[in-house]
């Protein structure tokens, strides 16, 4: 039965219950096991940098199929999507990206509960003025699905173009995409830090600290590996600084959202994964939930299968 269900997951993977499920979380040029500085090029192609009107960077986010990005609510300060630009494929702020594409906003949707005291629903909709082609330097993050568990300790990494210091520090030219490996903390140690958070919130940090997520990296993906498939486990929110000793990030719980994100992303649904880490892995014991008719609907494929093997 353990091989079955191993061979169950891997189909469903490889086929998909939509679209999505056939291409997000994978990164064909990522083979990064530890936290670095420079993000290789390629590693992460779901980051997004958006760009204000007139301006440069702001903040991150992920692309989720081949027309939304999901960011942070608080980067934008209304609906208006005018004048905004958002680059994917893009490894630095200062020099040529010969792989990104770059795209207007039609529509800004922020959670109609975000809450800018408590930044509790920290979390908005991007939608592209039109649809992407995906390449091996741009495609779609696997979001973590309703009831999957990021224990404490589970690895993660964060990425983004923010500040590499709470003083305000820009990165150094060219400003290459930064990558950082943290593991979850759990809420109830979180809140030792904060005074409260809620069911919507993930935290993720060092306790020594030195690693961590600031100004400028609001928006962008904090993921996890699921066997050999990238998952979105947050969404940067916030934090008191960057990386101080017992301070950690603070991140939207993108599990929260699953409804809310397919209520407004109906054509071409974002690829949903269950997530379960042992909080010392970087998900590798994770599993693909299957439904029961659409297990019912393998077995006779899958017995044939776990006959040969």
Known sequence: MEKLLVCAAVLLLLTGSNAQLDVCGTAP???????????????????ASLHRPGGGHFCGGSLINNEWILTAAHCFSSSSPSGFTVYLGRENQQFFNPNEQ??????????????????????????????????????PVCLAAAGSEFSAGTSCFVTGWGTVSESGSSLPFPQNLQEVQVPVVSNAQCINTYGSLTDNMICAGLEEGGKDSCQGDSGGPLVSKNSSTWVLAGVVSFGIGCARPGVPGVYSRVSQY???????????????????????????????????????ALLPVLFSLFVLW
């Open 29 to 47: 040029l990522n083979n990064r096991i530890v936290g670095g500085e420079d993000a290789p090029d390629g590693a992460w192609p779901w980051q």
């Open 102 to 139: 770059s795209f207007s906003l039609s529509q800004v949707i922020r959670h109609p509960d975000y809450n800018s005291q408590t930044s509790d629903n920290d979390i908005a909709l991007l939608r592209l003025s039109s649809t992407v082609s995906f390449t091996d330097y741009i495609r």
């Open 258 to 296: 699953q409804s809310w994100i397919n209520e407004r992303v109906s054509s071409n649904p974002p690829g949903f994964v269950s997530f379960v880490g042992n909080g010392t892995t970087s998900g590798s014991t994770g599993v693909v939930s299957l439904s029961l008719p659409l297990l019912m």
